[in-house]
């Protein structure tokens, strides 16, 4: 039903969301105790939804900014201590799906870089990091 009430894209981010939720959310016990949510298999079969949903998005520019977002939100997790062959795959074939793609907005592509080099462990330069338009006006 949710299919049909939201867009693609939106779907896409409800889904990160809940990513998320599945990782770091507190959950009370009966005992009184706070439990922290790490369920890593929750996560990867969430991102895996993810990518499914924009695969289905028909706009090309759409699609490879939900293929980023993706991608920093497997980065943000891998930050915050999630097993790093769990994730793997899904990085490798979001990359792939990128690479595949056209970039046309030089936003997204900018950013895209700056997720790439993250994930590979370098520090980003500093003419990647903050965009030219935002330079401009501090």
Request: hydrophobic letters at 35%; one cysteine or more; proline letters at 2%.
């Amino acid at each position: 039903a949710s299919a049909r009430l939201l867009r693609k894209a939106d779907q896409t981010r409800a889904t990160l969301s809940v990513c998320h939720v599945m990782w770091s959310s507190k959950v009370k016990e009966n005992d009184g105790s706070i439990k922290i949510l790490k369920d890593e298999k929750k996560v990867v079969n969430f991102i895996g939804k993810a990518i499914k949903t924009t695969d289905k998005c028909l706009e090309s520019e759409l699609k490879v900014q939900l293929y980023v977002e993706i991608l920093e939100k497997i980065y943000n997790f891998k930050c915050d201590g999630f097993s790093l062959e769990l994730l793997q795959s899904h990085q490798d074939t979001v990359t792939k799906k990128i690479e595949a793609e056209k970039i046309n907005n030089p936003s997204i592509e900018q950013h895209w870089k700056k997720i790439k080099i993250l994930l590979s462990g370098e520090k980003v330069p500093e003419e990647i990091s903050e965009p030219e338009d935002r330079k401009r006006h501090v």
